[in-house]
């Protein structure tokens, strides 16, 4: 069976240090992978997703990049966190079907830039 | 952009009673309504979904409703439990662009009360 690990849970950063958060997919090839952002109170905001290794597309202009640097390893770093880059961050997977793909999230990062 | 309006932002319903989430889309292309459930400090996860050639899908005690011509789409909850309680996403996109193209409603905490 296909399962996504995100780590890690919570982390808290200050700001103007870097941040690395990895997401890993495991039973399953070539899968499309994303990032979302989910802000207190707010729905999910897409920022990259990637369609295969080295393939990252950004959805929002922001202090963030992505990689995916394995078929199932994606990454979202930042150099420099700012104050607003606080909040729930989601990785998701799916598998490119060309309709009706189901998208199955891990766990979560909360993280606070204080 | 293309946005998804969801209500309400907050819903208490007691034990056994319906729940209701409602949602509005704009662009007349979508072709596939998810519906996603999230517990707290959980990802969000696959709930039912519904395409727009029938009118209402049913999955146990969860039902979709759709209406094409007013552009809406709801879920129902027969017989809330407790358990039920969470944060509900809807969403909308165009089959064939995929998961890169969805767009999430603003969410509904539902709370169940004994």
């Known amino acids: 069976s296909q399962t996504i690990h995100q780590w890690p849970a919570t982390l808290v950063q200050p700001v103007g240090s870097p941040l690395s958060l990895e997401c890993t997919v495991e039973g399953t090839s070539n899968p499309n992978l994303y990032w979302y952002r989910q802000a207190a109170g707010r729905g999910l905001q897409l920022l990259f997703y990637s369609v295969g290794i080295g393939q990252i597309s950004s959805e929002v202009p922001q202090n963030l990049s992505a990689s995916r640097p394995q078929d199932r390893q994606f990454i979202l770093s930042s150099k420099k966190l700012l104050l607003s880059d606080s909040g729930f961050y989601l990785c998701?997977?799916?598998?490119?079907?060309?309709?009706?793909?189901?998208?199955?999230f891990g766990s979560g990062t909360q993280l606070s830039v204080l | 952009q293309q946005q998804v309006k969801q209500s309400p932002q907050s819903l208490i319903v007691q034990k056994g009673g319906i729940s209701i989430i409602n949602c509005a889309y704009e662009n007349t292309a979508f072709d596939y309504f998810p519906w996603y459930q999230q517990f707290p400090g959980k990802g969000p996860a696959l709930l039912i979904a519904?395409?727009?050639?029938?009118s209402e899908k049913k999955e146990g005690r969860f039902t979709i409703s759709f209406n094409k011509s007013a552009k809406q789409f709801s879920l129902h909850i027969m017989d809330s439990q407790p358990g039920d309680s969470a944060t509900y996403f809807c969403a909308a996109t165009r089959a064939i662009f995929g998961n890169e193209k969805l767009t999430f409603g603003t969410g509904t905490r539902l709370t169940i009360i004994p």
């Open positions: 519904i395409r727009p050639d029938v």
């Open positions: 998701a997977w799916s598998v490119p079907t060309g309709r009706d793909e189901k998208l199955f």
